[in-house]
């Protein structure tokens, strides 16, 4: 398989014989005000630009996973600009009328029991995007769902690719590191944070867990230094993987570099 790190959560992954576009997330720097309820109220985002065109990243697209449709994950650029008729993977069906509100015609559910695109599976996990009884008001507030979900790859020939989408670390996160046995993981870990939610999405502390709890396998840090309620970013991370040894496991890509395993 292939990662390429695009901007934030938004990556490609070209895995058996298919592309995958992840979170599209399209918007040109600054073009975001800042969110109010975290801290760094003055931040507008996206922080960074795209590595390059958004028509580019998606012109060898044979499909698009969104994991959920917070606005750092699924944009109005995107929607604008992903053809109709391209196949779009969702958690479940709140997720897909908003899609064929917006006349997507090929949506299809991500499944726990596995979705099968040509050579491809896809599993869906669960996540946890903040503890509950932080985060809930932060969501009721703005109308947005604080339901999320994880992707596990599989196909004959490939290693498995668990991509953890945003959540803390908790026991479904763990359950599908013993389930599935990935090679590849990619964690969503800035440590994004409301004003006094806690952690909405892994941080350093998580990504320790995670490597721990699948100690043989490849980590992949990404959601870094691209919206304005990061509490660490790509130094930070790397910081810590110096500090513990651990450059050859736990990888950090930038914005539009592409690994290859």
Wanted: aromatic residues 10%.
């Amino acid at each position: 398989m292939k990662f390429q790190q695009i901007r934030g959560a938004t990556i490609k992954v070209f895995y058996g014989k298919k592309t995958f576009l992840i979170d599209p997330f399209f918007a040109p720097k600054y073009f975001y005000p800042p969110l109010e309820v975290c801290h760094f109220p003055d931040r507008r985002w996206p922080t960074v630009e795209l590595p390059e065109t958004a028509e580019k990243i998606v012109q060898d697209v044979d499909a698009v996973i969104l994991t959920h449709l917070h606005p750092d994950h699924f944009d109005e650029f995107a929607a604008k600009l992903l053809p109709k008729n391209l196949p779009i993977f969702v958690q479940d069906e709140a997720d897909a009328l908003p899609l064929k509100n917006l006349s997507f015609s090929d949506i299809r559910l991500l499944k726990y029991e596995g979705s099968v695109f040509d050579d491809v599976s896809l599993y869906r996990v669960n996540c946890l995007h903040g503890n509950p009884e932080t985060t809930q008001k932060y969501y009721d507030a703005t109308g947005l769902r604080e339901t999320a979900s994880g992707v596990v790859f599989k196909a004959k020939g490939e290693k498995v690719f668990y991509l953890a989408g945003d959540t803390i670390w908790f026991e479904d996160v763990e359950k599908a590191i013993t389930k599935y046995q990935p090679s590849i993981i990619a964690l969503n870990a800035a440590d994004a944070q409301f004003t006094d939610s806690g952690s909405i999405i892994m941080g350093i502390d998580d990504m320790l867990k995670v490597k721990q709890a699948a100690p043989t396998a490849k980590l992949i840090i990404t959601h870094l230094d691209a919206v304005p309620h990061a509490m660490i970013g790509r130094k930070e991370v790397r910081d810590c993987i110096d500090s513990h040894k651990l450059q050859r496991q736990i990888l950090v890509p930038e914005d539009g570099e592409l690994l290859e395993f």
